[in-house]
């Protein structure tokens, strides 16, 4: 006794494969929709480098490019210029501190950092990429790049 038909059947599986294989109308449909990621764990910045938030900090900035660029303590001053080439230091007493380098045209500026106890210096390059904004000095102690 036969249940199906072997073309039956056939067709039975045939129509059960087309249903695992991916519908574009469905797929555009679901990644329009938002995704919730729910999760108990938050993200941690990890620090590049600490410093002794107690004592002052020294930052020199040093302008490996050939175009000037400018720079602001964004809470204490305006922007300053730095010429091609040229090193400024600048001292910072209150933590927070975020220090803003920029390129003076639309193109990214990569901050190269050492640190050296309380002493941070900045080699500046340009970048075709979307380069750092913000050396930031969180008030305790934490050295962070974005």
């Known amino acids: 006794m036969k249940i199906f038909h072997p073309i039956v059947l056939s067709s039975l599986l045939f129509a059960g494969c087309l249903t695992l294989l991916p519908n574009p109308a469905r797929a555009n449909q679901l990644s329009a929709e938002p995704s919730q990621i729910e999760s108990e764990v938050s993200v941690k910045w990890v620090p590049l480098a600490r410093i002794n938030q107690a004592k002052p900090v020294t930052i020199e900035l040093h302008n490996k490019t050939a175009e000037p660029l400018e720079y602001l303590i964004t809470t204490h001053t305006n922007f300053r210029t730095i010429a091609p080439g040229e090193t400024v230091s600048i001292q910072v007493t209150d933590f927070p501190s975020f220090v803003n380098i920029n390129a003076k045209r639309s193109v990214g500026v990569k901050y190269g950092l050492k640190v050296d106890g309380n002493k941070?210096?900045?080699?500046?390059?340009?970048?075709?990429g979307q380069g750092d904004t913000t050396l930031n000095i969180h008030d305790l102690g934490a050295v962070y790049l974005y």
């Open 120 to 128: 941070i210096k900045v080699d500046l390059n340009l970048t075709d």
